[in-house]
């Protein structure tokens, strides 16, 4: 029910920019935001945003990642600038509802590849 893209080959340095778009059923969506896992670890936060519009970030993308949403089309992007190799990753987006039910939602894996 979240629908992820803009994953691909980008160059160190480059630019992605990543979208998840929930679909029209999911109400409510208090926060949004992306995860990343690596083989063999944990996901972890990359970045979140509140309905409210704020955001945060892990240190390892603060200055570099910026992430917003549309919260009339129930969708999250993050915009990935001055990407490098170690951000190699396959990143995931999730929707936090807290009312009336709590529930989270995950997307699919999009696979950014940072190489040359």
């Known amino acids: 029910q979240l629908q992820a893209s803009g994953g691909g080959l980008v160059q160190p340095g480059g630019s992605l920019r990543l979208s998840c778009a929930a679909s029209g059923s999911i109400f409510n969506i208090n926060v949004m935001g992306w995860y990343r896992q690596s083989p063999g670890k944990q996901r972890e936060l990359v970045a979140a945003i509140t309905s409210g519009g704020s955001p945060s970030y892990a240190g390892s993308v603060k200055g570099r990642f910026s992430i917003s949403r549309d919260n009339a089309k129930n969708t999250v992007y993050l915009q990935m600038n001055s990407l490098k190799p170690e951000d190699t990753v396959v990143y995931y987006c999730?929707?936090?509802?807290?009312?009336?039910?709590?529930?989270?939602?995950w997307g699919q894996g999009t696979l950014v590849t940072v190489s040359s």
């Open positions: 999730k929707g936090i509802v807290t009312s009336p039910v709590p529930h989270d939602y």
